[in-house]
């Protein structure tokens, strides 16, 4: 490993690397078939002190540091990305919850997360907002001391498994944009919640829906921090989580890499190993020096952050860069490995397709750049 990881830091990522080898990567194309992922995993993952290990002490967390999330991430994602994203999911959201929340709400909702006894996913997108997250059409009117919520929320992962959602929903007028946002953290089993899972090209276990509020009434106080506030909340997270999705897909793209190196060895082809054809090993090196440095980035980041430094700007070229070199990467493995690489048998091409849903994910390589644009030419 890399000598400016701490021993505490090789230490976790060696406990997560044995667990992903022998209970995540075994049932990797299982959890594909089954499109979910079975609760004792995750309370295994929980127990281990996997899930979001940088969150405070005094609510349940370990209080590590970003750096150690993000070894987390990587080494799950190595054997089953959607597993991973259990981590990034409780740490995005247990950021929010932990920072905004009343301390008894916090407390309650982030010792579940982080003993895998409970899953939050996060709802933002909606049909017509999308890449525009300030454009929500769900409304939360007040009425006294309730809520009541009406509107559709649209791609949420993890929807029809979790326990609750942190909700985003227009407190104020259309007109106000992201002034007029508030979250809310709501139990999925609160009456007139629904949900409709879509038919995905890939990530089957983790899974995508719509959310459906019919007139759910909630009380007030499961609001998160001051009504209006919402925005600004989820913006902040997302530059953490954005750096742990880039190791979350290099993981599964190294892991297609290794297998890759390991077949060259083996596979014959006129009278000689793969290995010694360099139009096959070239490609693979290139790709070895396009992991690490994607990688190299996602740390860099994630560095910053423990250091509060910002990091808007790299946690966006994490968003981009990453999942693009690793669908790439996963790509040239499938063809090395010719008509194995094909079949259905073999892993490439589920890692392929799961890998391909975070180039749209949680932001696109379009909005990444604006990001990052409209950074620099602030500081210019």
């Known amino acids: 490993m ?7 830091q090789q230490s976790i990522f060696e406990t997560a690397r044995r667990f992903a080898a022998e209970r995540v990567a075994p049932g990797y194309q299982a959890r594909e078939a089954e499109a979910r992922i079975d609760r004792a995993l995750v309370r295994e993952l929980g127990g281990l ?101 009406k509107g559709e929320k649209s791609s949420i992962s993890m929807a029809d498994q979790a326990d609750a ?11 106000d944009r992201a002034r007029g946002i508030s979250a809310f953290l709501i139990p999925m089993d609160t009456p007139g919640i629904s949900t409709q899972r879509y038919r995905d090209l890939g990530s089957h276990a983790i899974g995508r829906c719509s959310i459906f509020f019919d007139d759910v009434e909630i009380p007030a106080d499961w609001r998160l921090s001051e009504e209006g506030g919402g925005f600004v909340q989820v913006m902040q997270g997302f530059d953490f989580s954005r750096a742990l999705i880039g190791l979350q897909v290099l993981g599964a793209a190294q892991a297609s890499l290794d ?6 060895q083996q596979r014959q082809a006129f009278g000689a ?45 994490c968003k981009w860069l990453a999942p693009k070199s690793a669908v790439e990467v996963i790509h040239q493995c499938l063809l090395t490995h010719g008509h194995y690489g094909w079949s259905l048998d073999l892993p490439h091409q589920q890692r392929l397709r799961d890998v391909m849903g975070l180039e749209i994910g949680d932001g696109t390589a379009q909005i990444m750049k604006t990001i990052v644009a409209r950074e620099k030419l602030r500081h210019a």
């Open 259 to 264: 297998e890759s190196w390991r077949y060259i």
């Open 2 to 8: 890399d000598p400016a990881f701490s021993d505490d």
């Open 273 to 317: 190993p793969l290995a010694a054809n360099q139009g096959i090993t070239f490609p693979l090196a290139e790709n070895e020096a396009a992991i690490a440095a994607a990688r190299q980035l996602c740390y860099h980041t994630l560095r910053l952050k423990d250091a509060g430094r910002p990091h808007t700007s790299e946690a966006a070229m």
């Open 49 to 149: 002190g996997l899930i979001a290990p940088e969150l405070p002490e005094q609510f349940g967390g370990l209080g590590l540091d970003s750096v150690t999330s993000g070894l987390i991430a990587e080494a799950i994602g190595y054997a089953d990305l959607n597993v991973a994203y259990l981590q990034i999911l409780g740490s995005l959201n247990g950021k929010i919850i932990s920072e905004h929340a009343a301390p008894d709400l916090a407390a309650e909702w982030i010792g579940r997360i982080v003993s895998g006894e409970s899953v939050v996913c996060i709802g933002l997108t909606e049909p017509r907002g999308g890449s525009d997250a300030a454009n929500l059409g769900l409304t939360a009117r007040r009425s006294g001391n309730r809520y009541i919520l």
């Open 165 to 175: 959602i942190v909700l985003f929903a227009r407190t104020g007028a259309a007109e």
